[in-house]
């Protein structure tokens, strides 16, 4: 099978072909789906950018399958997203089939993940320390109040991130098979309306 969508909106598609149990992408690299060690996969909204991204790790490297999407694109219209959801779901398919008791992890993995985490906890201090800070200025009630709001926003927020991304926690697991059928559905979803 061939598919071929884009990474970010401003960049040219990217071919793949998932042959014989072989993932090839015209980025120059081939992956023998046998030979996956872990996989996951990863979705989140920022900037104004929907990323979808199916990571396969194999000898220490990532080869991703990566769409972006801009925010408010319609899905059903979007030629890039169906080419993703169907070379995603046709590569679990295979890797179930090449490596059975394999999951999928759900969620950032490695670096990224501990970077989200210390960037929510950068902003929630960076809430909280404006706030200790204001008080501790003696800044007047109603300056507070204009500006207290911000600051909490920024410290829950902050926290939110952190809690989302904390590394002692264990990340949903998936079998392959179960993901691509959560994808094909949502593929027939986007035929139904």
Known sequence: ????????????PTGY???GGVLRSDAGWSLPLAGVEAATFVTFTAARLRQMRLDLF???RRHS????????????????????LTLAAA????LEDARPGLSVQLGEVGRARLVMFALGLVAALGGIGLFVLALATGVTGARLAKGGGAMAA???LGLGIAWGAHPWRKQPRLAPRELSARFRRWLTDLDRD
């Open 1 to 12: 099978m061939k598919a071929a969508f884009r990474a970010a909106p401003a960049l040219g």
């Open 17 to 19: 072909e998932l042959t």
């Open 58 to 60: 194999h000898g220490g």
């Open 65 to 84: 399958l990566g769409l972006g999407l801009a925010q408010g694109t319609d899905p059903a219209g979007s030629d890039d997203y169906r080419q993703f």
């Open 91 to 94: 590569t679990l398919t295979a």
């Open 154 to 156: 920024l410290a829950l």
